[in-house]
């Protein structure tokens, strides 16, 4: 079992519909867990981080973690074309300690058609 | 303004070069990695440094070199001993310390070897 599982999609949602992204880890001990979206060409950029059970919201952003069941999601509300991009989850990996590395996983491809 | 410069943003190399990629922070961040991206991959760890004049191997660090002799500075040297170094770079920075393992990004070197 790959450490961070993500499915690669493309998911493909209207605009204005909820896109529900999700991303499963093998590491029960992780305690930090981070979604980037990365444009086509572009880089990685942190979105949302998320440290405790439950749910994080940020503007039209939610991240939800799940540490039972070893998941983590991320919603996205009203979603726009704009919003169309990869978005990779990240987790530390197994003993990785206080190195400050991160697993990401494959990503997930988001298309919002207008 | 704080961030993460990558030079170049374009790089050609022939073969049996070794060629050096750039990468600068002033976020006065401890630790700093370099990725790889390969189309339609994750991101791949080369090699990582979480204190100047230290480094170690990240997951596929053979064929690459790294050297951090200012906190700010951590530049990535492809050598000729790696087969397939066509690929997306990037280099990322993080505070130090195991409940910040947030890493921000730069714009990337895209290296093609011709």
């Known amino acids: 079992q790959k450490e961070v599982e993500q499915n690669s999609g493309p998911l493909s949602v209207p605009e204005g519909a909820i896109a529900s992204l999700n991303c499963t880890y093998s590491?029960?001990?992780?305690?930090?867990f981070f979604w980037y979206r990365q444009y086509s060409g572009k880089s990685p950029e942190l979105i949302m981080s998320?440290?405790?059970?439950g749910d994080k919201e940020d503007g039209r952003f939610t991240a939800q973690l799940n540490k039972a069941s070893q998941y983590v999601s991320l919603l996205i509300r009203d979603s726009q074309p704009s919003d169309s991009a990869t978005y990779l989850c990240?987790?530390?990996?197994?003993?990785?300690?206080?190195?400050?590395?991160?697993?990401f996983g494959q990503g997930t491809t988001l298309q919002v058609k207008p | 303004d704080g961030g993460i410069t990558q030079s170049p943003k374009y790089l050609f190399r022939k073969e049996g070069q070794n060629v050096t990629l750039s990468c600068e922070q002033n976020?006065?961040?401890?630790?700093m990695y370099w990725y790889r991206q390969d189309p339609g991959q994750g991101l791949r760890l080369i090699y990582y440094?979480?204190?100047?004049?230290?480094?170690q191997k990240g997951d596929i660090a053979e064929g690459y070199s790294v050297s951090r002799e200012k906190k700010e500075s951590f530049p990535l040297t492809v050598t000729s001993a790696q087969k397939n170094p066509t690929a997306f770079y990037l280099c990322?920075?993080?505070?130090?310390?195991?409940?910040?393992?947030?890493?921000?990004f730069g714009p990337g070197t895209r290296l093609t070897v011709l």
């Open positions: 990322a920075s993080s505070r130090q310390g195991a409940s910040y393992n947030e890493q921000f």
């Open positions: 590491d029960r001990v992780s305690q930090s």
């Open positions: 998320i440290y405790s059970n």
């Open positions: 990240a987790v530390p990996p197994v003993g990785s300690g206080n190195t400050g590395k991160l697993i």
């Open positions: 976020l006065n961040h401890d630790a």
């Open positions: 440094s979480q204190i100047v004049n230290d480094f």
